[in-house]
C-alpha cells in the first residue's frame, strides 16, 4: 500500500475490534482505513521470485495479515494520518505488536525511510531467510516506483482526473497535480476510468480521498 507524507493529529487515538486485511500493510477497523506505520509489505499486483518460480508474494503478505487478524480483536493505535486520510497506525492483539510480527515473519520489510523501528525484526527474518528472504524480490518502495514511472508513460495527459477502485472496492479519485493521481495505473479491467472533471468523476460514483484530493 502507498505511504505518503504523514499529517500531525496532535493527539494520540485508537480503536478496538475485528479487523480485515486489505493488503500487507493495510486494514479497515471500526469503519477505518489504517496503514501499519514503519513497515512496508509488497503490493497486492507484486511477484518475487523463489526457487526460480514467479510467486505473488503480495498476495501472501495479504494472507499472512488476515490470518493475524482472524486470530482475534484487534487494538490500533496511531497519531498521525497520511495524505489520502488514512491513519498510520501500530496494532496489537493482545501485546502481540502485528507490525513487528509481519517483519519477523518476512512478510514485510521495515520502512526505513519513515521509520527503524522494525529494523531488528527484519534482520532476523533476512538471516533465517523466512518469508521475502527465501528467495529473491524487489523492495516494495522501488517496485511502486518503477509502476509510477510506467503508470506516466502510459496515461495521457487528457486524463486530468483518475477514478480508481481499490482493493477494498472503494471509488476515489485523484485529480491531476496530487499525489494519488501521479501514483495510480489506470487498469480499465478492474473499472479504473479517467474523467474530465472531479465532478464527472462523483457523478460516476467515485469520491475524493479522505483528507482531500487537491492541496
Same mark, same amino acid.
Given at each position: 500500500?502507498?505511504?505518503?507524507?504523514?499529517?500531525? $493529529?496532535? *493527539?494520540?487515538?485508537?480503536?478496538? &475490534?475485528? %479487523?480485515? =486485511?486489505?493488503?500487507?500493510? +493495510?486494514? @479497515?477497523?471500526?469503519? #477505518?482505513?489504517?496503514?501499519?506505520?514503519?513497515?512496508?509489505?509488497?503490493?497486492?499486483?507484486q511477484?518475487?521470485?523463489?526457487?526460480?518460480?514467479?510467486?505473488?508474494?503480495g498476495?501472501?503478505?495479504?494472507?499472512?495479515?488476515a490470518?493475524?487478524?482472524a486470530?482475534?480483536?484487534?487494538?490500533?493505535?496511531w497519531?498521525?494520518?497520511?495524505?489520502y486520510?488514512?491513519?498510520?497506525?501500530?496494532?496489537?492483539?493482545?501485546?502481540?505488536? $502485528?507490525? *513487528?510480527?509481519?517483519?519477523?515473519? &518476512?512478510? %514485510?520489510? =521495515?520502512?526505513?525511510?519513515? +521509520?527503524? @523501528?522494525?529494523?531488528? #525484526?527484519?534482520?532476523?527474518?533476512?538471516?533465517?531467510?523466512r518469508?521475502?528472504?527465501?528467495?529473491?524480490?524487489?523492495?516494495?518502495?522501488?517496485?511502486?516506483?518503477?509502476?509510477?514511472?510506467?503508470a506516466q508513460?502510459?496515461?495521457?495527459?487528457?486524463?486530468?482526473v483518475?477514478?480508481?477502485?481499490n482493493?477494498?472496492?472503494?471509488?476515489?479519485?485523484?485529480?491531476?497535480?496530487?499525489?494519488g493521481?501521479?501514483?495510480?495505473?489506470?487498469r480499465? *479491467?478492474?473499472?479504473?476510468r479517467?474523467?474530465d472533471?472531479? =465532478?464527472?468523476?462523483?457523478?460516476?460514483?467515485?469520491?475524493?480521498?479522505?483528507?482531500?484530493g487537491?492541496?
Amino acid at each position: 500500500m502507498l505511504l505518503a507524507m504523514s499529517l500531525p $493529529l496532535g *493527539a494520540a487515538e485508537s480503536r478496538h &475490534g475485528r %479487523a480485515e =486485511a486489505i493488503d500487507g500493510d +493495510s486494514l @479497515t477497523l471500526a469503519g #477505518e482505513e489504517m496503514r501499519l506505520h514503519g513497515i512496508d509489505a509488497p503490493e497486492w499486483h507484486q511477484s518475487c521470485a523463489l526457487d526460480g518460480r514467479e510467486q505473488a508474494c503480495g498476495v501472501a503478505a495479504r494472507d499472512a495479515l488476515a490470518a493475524l487478524l482472524a486470530g482475534g480483536p484487534v487494538t490500533c493505535r496511531w497519531e498521525d494520518r497520511d495524505t489520502y486520510g488514512r491513519a498510520l497506525a501500530t496494532c496489537f492483539r493482545g501485546k502481540e505488536n $502485528l507490525n *513487528a510480527t509481519l517483519v519477523a515473519q &518476512g512478510h %514485510a520489510l =521495515a520502512y526505513r525511510r519513515y +521509520s527503524t @523501528t522494525y529494523v531488528a #525484526e527484519e534482520d532476523a527474518a533476512r538471516r533465517a531467510r523466512r518469508g521475502l528472504w527465501a528467495g529473491s524480490f524487489e523492495a516494495p518502495a522501488a517496485w511502486r516506483a518503477r509502476e509510477r514511472r510506467k503508470a506516466q508513460a502510459e496515461v495521457p495527459a487528457e486524463c486530468p482526473v483518475k477514478g480508481n477502485v481499490n482493493r477494498a472496492g472503494e471509488r476515489i479519485y485523484h485529480e491531476h497535480g496530487t499525489p494519488g493521481w501521479r501514483q495510480v495505473r489506470i487498469r480499465p *479491467a478492474q473499472g479504473d476510468r479517467c474523467f474530465d472533471d472531479a =465532478a464527472q468523476a462523483r457523478a460516476a460514483g467515485f469520491r475524493a480521498p479522505r483528507g482531500g484530493g487537491r492541496r
